[in-house]
């Protein structure tokens, strides 16, 4: 799913408006009766709704869900918000088909809301430009001051659609979900306006096919549509050879149960074969944790010293929990100058890799790498924040890699400057192994042959989606990471239905 800018969802208004053709005020209808129905089937009847409208078209939107939740027996209160002397000819049409509201104005403020309500945010939407101030800023803070559960039409009152870098997200409203029409926003994936934003849902207006098709945007959203078409389905007739060979350099003394981890996941995600490359004092517990792996023990007890052969591999995970002792790091430099196959380094390495950005030159394929906020800071010097993200961009091209940056929708960046943002996921991955899980997976699609985008966005999809699925049997709190590759088989499942 593509996130377009404001203006790009501006043409796709006209184009629909010249093109269906369909005039202003029905489109205006049609998107607010979508969000009034997704209202309905969320809400009980019983539960009564605010609808804080401001005079432009979000306004209108406002106007519109207030009348068709009062038709299907809500109870309904309509505060207009006068923070204009003329609205919109959308609101000023759909203001005369409303049989009572309340004015809030300069002069005069509603009574607060009863403490049981649903409150409708259709104040502003995506059209703002500059931060709130005067008469709109002092409603948004009476509201947040006297908070009841939020729902946003399009986007929350006083945040940018598409970059708040320099916004005062003090200002805006604090929503708990967002309906937005047609394509996500940026600001809904960002980690300064994310959180004002809440969950999100896309509502489809039917804005314009062809355009919506046609228009290039650099951002994405990555749902479930999007995987099950690159997921390749199993052939009958086949063997382990083609399902890939991949090889997992992890380990030392003290964190082995990231080395353990990752091979877990990898040999979950559906590899034929896989070899883990650790520290010779796993002897004993390796095979018996991992039995379905090969390994290569290395000759220090340990911590990684020196690479085994890597001619035989087609993807090679290296990172988790291999610590950052100097011989290490020497292995690493070597492993990553010498390997003939695809990477994905991870955690320590990252780490050592930090030290040592060259070395990336080094590689024969694209590599994928995959930082938590932490470690991006030291690849890239840029605090956790919406500007690592711009630096990921820079970092993915200089370099010519794949960034996995991991957090709330996590993003795959891509040498071209593309950037795709995970759709699944929730704070139980906040946890110690989770990125060990997402590195094993994601090395195993690698080997399996999916192409370097394919297998990080594909990856991360998977990797979020079972933690959803562990819900069923674990809280956010009480998942662990060894709890996902149990629930990848559903996720793979999911796509072929």
């Known amino acids: 799913m593509k996130i377009l800018s404001v203006e790009q969802v501006r043409e796709a208004d006209r184009l629909t408006i010249e093109r269906e053709p369909i005039a202003s005020i029905d489109l205006m209808e049609r998107a607010a009766s979508r969000v009034a129905d997704r209202l309905t089937e969320v809400f009980d009847p019983d539960m009564p709704f605010s609808v804080y409208c401001g005079m432009g078209n979000n306004g209108g939107d406002g106007l519109v869900i207030a009348r068709l939740l009062r038709a299907a027996g809500y109870e309904v209160r309509v505060v207009v918000v006068r923070h204009l002397k003329k609205g919109s000819d959308g609101f000023e049409t759909n203001l005369k088909q409303v049989d009572g509201f309340e004015e809030w104005s300069p002069r005069k403020a509603p009574m607060p809301d009863e403490l049981e309500v649903v409150r409708i945010d259709a104040l502003l939407g995506s059209g703002l430009t500059r931060p709130l101030e005067g008469f709109l800023a002092e409603v948004v803070a009476a509201l947040n001051n006297d908070p009841r559960f939020t729902v946003a039409v399009d986007l929350p009152t006083g945040i940018f659609a598409d970059n708040n870098r320099h916004n005062d997200l003090t200002m805006a409203l604090r929503a708990d979900v967002t309906f937005t029409f047609q394509w996500p926003k940026r600001a809904m994936v960002m980690p300064d306006s994310g959180p004002m934003c809440g969950a999100f849902e896309v509502i489809d207006i039917g804005l314009d096919k062809e355009y919506s098709y046609s228009v290039e945007t650099p951002w994405h959203f990555v749902d479930q549509n999007w995987v099950s078409k690159r997921y390749r389905d199993r052939p009958i007739f086949t063997h382990k050879n083609r399902f890939g060979h991949a090889l997992i350099s992890a380990g030392a003394k003290g964190t082995m149960g990231a080395a353990i981890m990752c091979a877990r996941a990898c040999l979950r995600s559906g590899v034929g ?225």
């Open 273 to 497: 074969l896989l070899t883990g490359h650790v520290p010779g004092s796993a002897e004993t517990i390796w095979p018996v944790a991992v039995p379905e792996a090969m390994a290569r023990f290395d000759a220090f007890p340990e911590h990684l010293t020196d690479h085994p052969k890597l001619d035989r591999y087609d993807a090679i995970g290296l990172g988790p929990g291999i610590g950052t002792e100097e011989d290490t790091a020497h292995m690493v430099k070597n492993l990553i100058r010498h390997a003939q196959s695809p990477l994905v380094i991870d955690a320590d390495a990252l780490n050592i890799v930090a030290e040592n950005k060259t070395w990336l030159t080094f590689c024969q394929h694209v590599p994928i790498l995959t930082p938590h906020l932490g470690e991006f800071e030291r690849l890239s010097g840029v605090a956790p924040g919406p500007d690592q993200y711009d630096a990921a961009i820079d970092f993915a091209q200089k370099y010519q890699c794949v960034v996995v940056l991991k957090g709330t929708y996590t993003a795959t960046v891509l040498p071209n400057g593309e950037t795709y943002f995970n759709s699944t996921g929730h704070s139980g991955l906040s946890t110690g192994g989770s990125g060990d899980v997402l590195t094993g997976l994601i090395t195993g699609l690698r080997a399996q042959g999916y192409g370097v985008a394919e297998t990080a966005i594909l990856g991360s999809y998977i990797h979020g989606r079972a933690a959803e699925l562990a819900l069923r049997d674990q809280s956010e709190e009480s998942m662990l990471a060894t709890d996902l590759p149990d629930y990848f088989g559903e996720v793979f499942t999911e796509f072929l239905t």
